[in-house]
C-alpha cells in the first residue's frame, strides 16, 4: 500500500488469501500482521465465540420461508412473503476490511503518471498548456458547436461559452510545443506506452452515470488512460473511419473476437498493468468483449460491429471476493430519498476497466480508487436464526424504516438473502469506510451468474429493491439510506 503497510488482524478462525487464478493483489503487498489477542487466554476465546463460526455453519442454510403481516405507517396492513435462496460466498471466513479514499494530490497523481508513462517523458494536458495549433483547432470546434446549438439546456450552453473564454485566455500566452511536466498540479497529462500516445486524466464530479446510463447526484473520481488519436489502436479497417467508437458488448453480440490474441493471453496483460499501477484493484471477476463502429448519427451506428479486443474488470475486494459484485454495487435502482439531504453521498463502484487488444492496454477507467489499510480477518458471525429473527422483528414493529416499495399497496416480497460485504462509512472521518460482513434481504430480478468464468461475460449486477441490511457480526440494523 501507499501510505504504509496494511495491517491484518486475526481474530478467532482461519484466514486467508487466495493468491490463485487471477488475483495476484494479496502476494504482492507488504503486510504487518497483527494478532490482536494479546490479553486473551484460549478459554476466552471460545467463550468469545460460543455459537458463532464461520461459514460452514451456513452450509445446510439454502432457503428462508415466512410470512406474516404488519401495519405500515399509514395504519394500512401490510404482508411480508419470504421465500428467498439463502446465498453465501464460497470461501471459509469472512474479514473487516477498512479502507480510505485517496486525495488527488501532486504525489498521488505523479506516481500514478509515472507508473503508466513509465519510459520517456511526460507532458501537460490541460488547457493551458496546449500547443497554440491544437487550442486553435479546439476553439475553432467548440465555436462551431456553439453556434449550432439548438438544446434548451442553459447550463450546457454556458458550459460552452466558458469553455470558449478559456481558449482566447489560454491562446495569448500559448507555445509551439508541448510543456513537460514540472509539477503535477493539474489534471491532465500526456505521454507514450508502445510508440503510442495516450491522455491521462484525473477527475473529481459531483454527477455520476450508474450502472442504467442515469445520471445519479453524487460525488465520484475517476483516473482515465485514452489513445489521443483513436485511429492508433483501432482495428486496420476501420482506420479510415470519420466517426469511430467502440464500447463493450452485451450479451446480444454474436459476432466473433478477432483479436489476434487470446482472452487468456489478454488477461494477463491487463493484469501486468493493474499490478504496475499498485492501486487496490486486486479482484479480476469478469470481462467482455470490446465492440468497434462507425458512428452514423449521434442515435446510430453502423449495422456492420467489429468485435476486436476485451474489457477486464478490476475491483477493489478481499480473497477474490469483489467489493462490488458481492454487495456495495452501485445499482441500487431504488433510492426513495425523502430530502436532499438524503442524495448520494459517493459513487459506490469501486472498479477499474482495463480495455486490451494486440496493441496492448488501449485504455483505462478507475472508477473511485480506495486504498486498504487495515484488514482484521477471520471474524465471527451470528447464527443466522438470530439474523432471521432480528430482521423479522424489525420489519414488524418499524417498517418504515426500510422504506419498501409494496406490489401494489399492501404485499411486498422477499426472495433473497445473501451475505455479502457492505460499505460502512465513518461518521467521524469522511473518506474512510470499512467493508463489513453483512446479511441482505431483498427482492431481486433477474439474477445473472457473476464468477470467475471466461465464459459468462456479465460484469454487472442485479435489478435489486427494497434491501434490509443486518450487520453479520453484532446483528445491528445497517441504515441503507444514511451509508449511501
Not at 474479514?95 to 486525495?103: I, Y
Amino acid at each position: 500500500m501507499r501510505k504504509g503497510t496494511v495491517k491484518r488482524c486475526f481474530g478467532a478462525g482461519l484466514v486467508f488469501c487466495l493468491v490463485t487464478g487471477l488475483v495476484t493483489g494479496c502476494s504482492k503487498k507488504e503486510q504487518t500482521v497483527d494478532y490482536n489477542i494479546e490479553e486473551e487466554t484460549e478459554s476466552d476465546q471460545n467463550n468469545a465465540n460460543k455459537g458463532k463460526t464461520g461459514l460452514i455453519q451456513f452450509a445446510s442454510s439454502t432457503e428462508w420461508k415466512d410470512e406474516w403481516t404488519t401495519v405500515n405507517t399509514k395504519k394500512n396492513e401490510v404482508r411480508l412473503t419470504v421465500e428467498a435462496s439463502i446465498i453465501v460466498p464460497d470461501i471459509a471466513q469472512m474479514s473487516v476490511v477498512e479502507v480510505e479514499e485517496p486525495e488527488f494530490d501532486e504525489g498521488y497523481k505523479k506516481r500514478v503518471a509515472e507508473h503508466i508513462f513509465e519510459e520517456g517523458d511526460i507532458y501537460y494536458n490541460d488547457i493551458s498548456h496546449l500547443p497554440k495549433k491544437e487550442l486553435e483547432e479546439l476553439r475553432i470546434a467548440c465555436q462551431e458547436a456553439y453556434d449550432s446549438y439548438s438544446g434548451t439546456d442553459e447550463d450546457q450552453k454556458e458550459e460552452l461559452e466558458r469553455e470558449l473564454s478559456d481558449y482566447d485566455e489560454a491562446l495569448k500566452t500559448a507555445k509551439d510545443t508541448y510543456s513537460p511536466v514540472d509539477t503535477y498540479d493539474v489534471d491532465k497529462y500526456m505521454g507514450e506506452r508502445d510508440g503510442i500516445t495516450y491522455e491521462l486524466f484525473f477527475s473529481e464530479k459531483e454527477r455520476c452515470y450508474d450502472a442504467w446510463d442515469r445520471f445519479i447526484e453524487c460525488r465520484g473520481k475517476e483516473i482515465g488512460l485514452t489513445a489521443k488519436d483513436i485511429r492508433q489502436v483501432c482495428p486496420e479497417e476501420l482506420s479510415e473511419a470519420v466517426n469511430l467508437t467502440y464500447w463493450t458488448s452485451m450479451d446480444d453480440i454474436t459476432a466473433e473476437n478477432q483479436c489476434a490474441i487470446s482472452v487468456e493471453d489478454a488477461q494477463k496483460l491487463a493484469q501486468r498493468f493493474v499490478d504496475k499501477l499498485d492501486l487496490d484493484y486486486t479482484v479480476c471477476g469478469s470481462y467482455r468483449p470490446l465492440t468497434w463502429a462507425e458512428v452514423v448519427n449521434m442515435y446510430q451506428v453502423e449495422e456492420s460491429c467489429i468485435v476486436d479486443g476485451y474489457v477486464f474488470y478490476f475491483d477493489v475486494g478481499v480473497d477474490d471476493l469483489s467489493f462490488v459484485t458481492f454487495g456495495t454495487q452501485e445499482n441500487y435502482r431504488t433510492f426513495n430519498k425523502k430530502r436532499d439531504s438524503e442524495e448520494s453521498r459517493y459513487f459506490m463502484k469501486t472498479r477499474m476497466e482495463v480495455f486490451v487488444t494486440e496493441k496492448g492496454v488501449i485504455e483505462m477507467r478507475a472508477y473511485n480508487p480506495l486504498e486498504i489499510t487495515r484488514i482484521s480477518g477471520g471474524v465471527g458471525l451470528a447464527p443466522l436464526e438470530d439474523i432471521k429473527a432480528i430482521m423479522k422483528e424489525r420489519l414488524t414493529e418499524d417498517i418504515g424504516f426500510f422504506r419498501l416499495k409494496y406490489s401494489g399497496t399492501d404485499w411486498m416480497q422477499f426472495n433473497e438473502l445473501e451475505l455479502i460485504y457492505f460499505r460502512i462509512r465513518d461518521k467521524e472521518s469522511p473518506g474512510h469506510y470499512s467493508y463489513v460482513p453483512t446479511w441482505r434481504l431483498a427482492h431481486v430480478y433477474d439474477r445473472k451468474e457473476v464468477g470467475l468464468s471466461w465464459e459468462g461475460h456479465d460484469a454487472y449486477r442485479i435489478d435489486l429493491i427494497s434491501p434490509v441490511l443486518v450487520n453479520a457480526i453484532d446483528g445491528s440494523v445497517i441504515d441503507f439510506y444514511d451509508e449511501v
